[in-house]
């Protein structure tokens, strides 16, 4: 197979002035990348803003002989991530693959969280994701290349106490995700979700100083530089990564139970077989959903004919 190799290709990286978007950052300008770290230089809950963050990481790239340029604009806006994009047009002159890694957290119990604390983090991840694809995407289209990594979260995926906004927006990217991979899969766009876990300024308060040195920033990129590389041979797929293991995640179903006059007292006594999971399949968009659904119904009518 060939090399992870970002010779002659740019890369927008939002979040990038530290933690987990440092090291995306560090990565793949290591491996040859033109990079576009972006980073307001906020603090963790999203307030105020500097330039020394994005500064610094263009710095260090550039003292190993890389190229990167620094943009501080806020995904949250349009007009940011316009002007994210038009960073690395204007600079390189194409955007071959984006990063979005920049988030917030405005953790709170969801009786305690007002709806400036939810939409606040909604704006940032999700709003922030569509915000700098919509103009990456318009481009990759026209030359028939690109590459797509967007940040979940084991929050999103498998939920986290008091992060009700926070895993709404990292599942709504999920979601995002499969249909840039959907509409991007005959202009060779390839669009992936990955799920870190680490230990940042974001989590430290989970991890803890010594669980926190078994999961390294360092260890989750590689799972994202091959991602955004031309090598990448899977698109519409979600992964976990963390302390050096990697593995898909998938959103599976079943046959499932059948019964087209089912009461509610039906799916009571049947609630076990319709919650397994064993020997499920994995659709991959609704066409593939509906053809479960009708494997059900023709083989509850196959059984019936055979009677």
Partial sequence: MPKVNFEDRVVIITGAGNGLGKSYALELANRGAKVVVNDLGGSMDGSGSGNSPADDVVGEIKSKGGEAVANYDSVATKEGGEAIVSTALDTYGKVDAVINNAGILRDKSFVNMTEEEFSIVIDVHLKGTYYVCHPAFKFMKENSYGRIVNIASPSGLFGNFGQANYGAAKMGI??????????????????????????????????????????????????????????????????????????????????????????????????????????????????????????????????????
Wanted: aromatic content about 8%.
């Fill in 174 to 307: 999920v979601g995002l995700t499969n249909i840039l991979a959907i509409e991007g899969a005959k202009y060779n766009i390839k669009a992936n979700v990955i799920a870190p876990n680490a230990m940042t300024r974001m989590t430290e308060s989970i991890f803890g100083e010594e669980m926190g040195k078994l999961f390294k920033v360092e260890q989750v990129s590689p799972m994202v530089a091959y991602l955004a590389s031309e090598v990448c041979e899977p698109t519409h797929e979600i992964f976990s990564v963390g302390a050096g293991r990697f593995a898909r995640v998938g959103i599976s179903t079943h046959v499932g139970y059948y019964n087209p006059d089912a009461t509610a007292d039906d799916v009571g006594s049947n609630i076990e077989m319709i919650r397994t999971i064993e020997n499920g399949s994995f659709p991959m968009n609704n066409e593939d959903e509906f053809a479960i659904i009708q494997q059900s119904v023709q083989g509850a009518a196959d059984s019936s004919n055979k009677e």
